[in-house]
Every structure is written in structure tokens, then in C-alpha cells.
């Protein structure tokens, strides 16, 4: 049973000493001392990379996760996983204005995607390269999470595409990893990925969930400020998709952006609109369409 010890003793390495510790005196800070802490911190959140935010866009397949990314703030870098995927923004890429890496087609048997894509992004986040752009976005989850499981699988010379249940706990920590220090570059991070409806076998309640190995269905969308759904709206003007920012039925969204009540909770799926409605600046970065500077 553990016992109490007097204030400034702790125990030992070997059990039934007690060593003495010297306190060192705390000096009491001042008052200059706090407010000057207190700008200090007020700068730091304040700052302009501050005013990035990631979302998390979720939806069925064929619902517009792809083409509402092209609604962000450009220059937009887009890494693709999914086959064809950017063919939505052929005209923007087209434009300059959005520009692809494609990294789809990996095989199960000898991948390879993956750990290239890896290499590239490890450059891009140490070098800052990704902060020349308004928006980083990776099309999809499910596709890109597929490679990663490939390329382990891979390493730790299991089957095409199979992991043991010792592989799981490091391929959730080289996701949470990569959601977490992408979102700290100075740019705009979206994640798409897909949804599926389940149903609590004991509740029956009916929800959806992204689409995700069971250990990162809640943490993955808990790492992003907005958690976007896209679903269909009919209305006699015909079929339409509408972007979801609370719950609403069996979907999950939420925003943080929408925390003051400026977002209706069905918005037009349009990544510069809602910034605007929010108060957020819209605007654009340089594109480097051509080369700078005078004679």
C-alpha cells in the first residue's frame, strides 16, 4: 500500500528510502511579466497562418467531394489517390489554378505509391513548400489509406494487402501523424472521404460514419475543425447537393466555423462562400503563372 510522504521528500529506487530534495525558491512574477505573456500568446493566435482552417469533406461517392475543393482558396495542391478523381477539375487545372500529383494505381502485390507520395510530403512540410499554397487537399481517404496499408503490409511481409492486428496501432498513428503537422502549414487542409450508414445493435439507432478502419472513425474527424457531409437535396429545380454543417437525421457534421451562428445549416457547397459568410478572408494567393520581376 502506498504511503503518504512529508512535502519535499520523494522515494528512492530502492524501496524503504526517502531521499530530501532542496525547493528551489519561485520568484513571483510581475505584472509587466504577465501582460507581456499574455501579448505574446495573443500574438501567436492571431497570426495570419491563424486564419487556416482543414475539413474533413465527407459524402457518398459522386456527391462533389472533388469539385468542392476546387472552391477553396488557390493555388490549390491536390495529392490524388482516387483513379480519374480530378477529371471534375479539368478546367481549373487547365487554368493553372489547381495542381495535380497523381499518385492512384498502386498494386497490393509490390506497392510503391505510398511510400514515394511519403518522401514528397516529408519535403514539402519541412521545406514550407506546402505553404505557398491557399489550399493542400487529399482526394481520398479511402484510397490513400489503402496504399499505406499496401506498403505496410509490404514491409512487414505479410500478404498483398493484409495486416495483422499488431500493424493497425502504427498505421492510426502515421494518419493522426499526418493530419496533425499537415494542419499546422500555412495553408487550408482538406481530406475527403467517403461515408457509410450503420446501425447500433443496440440502440437501432441509424447513423453514418466515414468510411475508415474502426480505431480512426471517431479520431480522424475529431483532428479537423470543420467536418463537412455532402448529401442530396431534391427540390422541383431537380436533384442538388448541399453541404451539411450540424447534424441533421443520422449525419454527423459539425463546423467551428458556424460556432457564431453565420451558417445556415444546409449551405451552397462552396468553400469561398462560407468563408466570406464567417467573416474569413477568400482571398487568393499569388498562382506563379509566370515569372516575376522587371528588366
Known amino acids: 500500500m502506498a504511503t503518504a ?15 530530501h530534495i532542496v525547493e528551489e525558491p519561485v520568484t513571483q512574477v510581475t505584472t509587466l511579466e504577465v501582460q507581456k505573456a499574455f501579448e505574446d500568446i495573443r500574438k501567436l493566435y492571431t497570426a495570419e497562418k491563424a486564419d487556416n482552417f482543414s475539413a474533413l469533406i465527407m459524402s ?5 467531394k472533388t469539385t468542392l475543393i476546387g472552391t477553396g482558396r488557390l493555388p490549390i495542391l491536390l495529392d490524388s489517390f482516387d483513379p480519374k478523381g480530378p477529371v471534375v477539375l479539368r478546367k481549373l487545372i487547365a487554368e493553372g489554378k489547381v495542381l495535380v500529383r497523381d499518385w492512384s494505381g498502386d498494386s497490393s502485390k509490390n506497392p510503391t505509391k505510398y511510400r514515394a507520395w511519403e518522401k514528397q510530403w516529408e519535403h514539402d512540410v519541412r521545406s514550407g513548400f506546402l505553404g505557398y499554397f491557399g ?3 487529399i482526394d481520398s481517404f479511402t484510397t490513400f489509406s489503402d496504399a499505406l496499408s499496401n506498403e505496410i503490409a509490404k514491409v512487414k511481409k505479410r500478404d498483398p494487402g493484409t495486416l495483422a492486428i499488431q500493424d493497425y496501432q502504427g498505421l492510426y498513428a502515421t494518419i493522426r501523424d499526418m493530419i496533425n503537422l499537415t494542419s499546422t502549414q500555412d495553408c487550408d487542409f482538406f481530406l475527403t472521404a467517403h ?10 439507432e441509424i447513423t453514418t460514419e466515414m468510411m475508415a478502419y474502426k480505431g480512426l472513425r471517431t479520431s480522424v474527424p475529431l483532428l479537423f475543425s470543420e467536418r463537412y457531409i455532402l448529401i442530396r437535396k431534391d427540390s422541383p429545380a ?3 447537393f448541399k453541404l451539411l454543417t450540424g447534424v441533421h437525421s443520422r449525419y454527423r457534421a459539425s463546423s467551428r466555423l458556424a460556432s457564431e451562428g453565420q451558417l445556415d445549416l444546409f449551405e451552397v457547397p462552396d468553400i469561398k462562400w462560407i468563408l466570406k459568410k464567417v467573416g474569413r478572408s477568400a482571398t487568393d494567393k499569388d498562382l506563379f503563372l509566370q515569372e516575376k520581376g522587371g528588366d
Not at 510522504?5 to 531521499?19: H, M, N, S
Not at 457518398?60 to 462533389?64: C, D, F, I, R
Request: charged share 25%.
Open 5 to 19: 510522504r512529508p512535502k519535499g521528500e520523494r522515494a528512492d529506487t530502492q524501496p524503504g528510502t526517502v531521499t
Open 60 to 64: 457518398l461517392p459522386g456527391s462533389g
Open 135 to 137: 489550399t493542400y487537399a
Open 195 to 204: 461515408i457509410f450508414t450503420d446501425k447500433d445493435d443496440i440502440t437501432g
Open 238 to 240: 431537380g436533384n442538388t
